[in-house]
């Protein structure tokens, strides 16, 4: 069974920094972009970043844009989220969920992959002084 | 940005009932339109892709219907399991985005 788990989360003061990451097994994460998804407290989703299957190309929300980094490690199946002058607006559960439904492979994609068909248990990052 | 509507915000049912949800995008979306169950403390659940397409493992009294701007999610059947909150989301260009839920209670 396809298992993605996050860590990294915890408090931090406004204006600071944190690396989250997704540890990806039993499944091919190299043909398979991947995004994060974030919840604050009580409120609905909110989609953060993709990157692609081969970190090619990465967009962000424009919430996070010019603050926050996606970047992947294929050979180590792992995903990441540099977060960087986080503010309070930043506090929230930060899932790491898979686009499988989208197989990658040669430069070209084939189905859904900006659609989430696995998602990790979610990380909570709370930021506050 | 394309803006995701959803209706209602909460709707209160008992099992058995037949439960709508309606998503409406801000602009033409084609078939690019998935549904999530979220029940509390856990992570969503991708239920419908493609606006119709029912995800594996997925019970078929779940069902989606819609393309461009006008989307539906239908349970035709509550279950006890079924109490949670639904999204919507457009999967047809970035940055991608959900609707703001519908409670079931």
């Known amino acids: 069974q396809v298992q993605l788990v996050e860590s990294g989360g915890g408090v931090v003061q406004p204006g600071r920094s944190l690396r989250l990451s997704c540890a990806a097994s039993r499944f091919n994460f190299n043909n398979y972009a991947m995004h994060w998804v974030r919840q604050a407290p009580g409120k609905g989703l909110e989609w953060v970043a993709v990157i692609s299957y081969d970190a090619t190309s990465e967009y962000y929300a424009d919430s996070v844009k010019g603050r926050f980094t996606i970047s992947r490690d294929n050979s180590k199946s792992t995903l990441y989220l540099q977060m960087n002058s986080l503010t309070t607006d930043d506090t929230a559960v930060y899932y790491c969920?898979?686009?499988?439904?989208?197989?990658?492979?040669?430069?070209?994609?084939?189905?859904?992959?900006?659609?989430?068909?696995?998602w990790g248990q979610g990380t909570l990052v709370t930021v506050s002084s | 940005d394309i803006q995701m509507t959803q209706s209602p915000s909460s709707v209160s049912a008992s099992v058995g009932d037949r439960v709508t949800i309606t998503c409406r995008a801000s602009?033409?979306?084609?078939?690019?339109l998935a549904w999530y169950q979220q029940s509390p403390g856990t992570a969503p659940r991708l239920l419908i892709y493609g606006a119709s397409s029912l995800q594996s493992g997925v019970p078929s009294r779940f069902s989606g219907i819609g393309s461009g701007t006008d989307f539906t999610l239908t349970i035709s059947s509550l279950q006890p399991e079924d109490f949670a909150t639904y999204y919507c989301q457009q999967a047809n260009s970035f940055p991608l985005t959900f609707g703001g839920g519908t409670k079931v209670e």
């Open positions: 969920a898979g686009a499988l439904l989208g197989f990658c492979s040669g430069g070209s994609c084939y189905g859904e992959s900006d659609v989430f068909d696995y």
């Open positions: 602009q033409d979306i084609s078939t690019g």
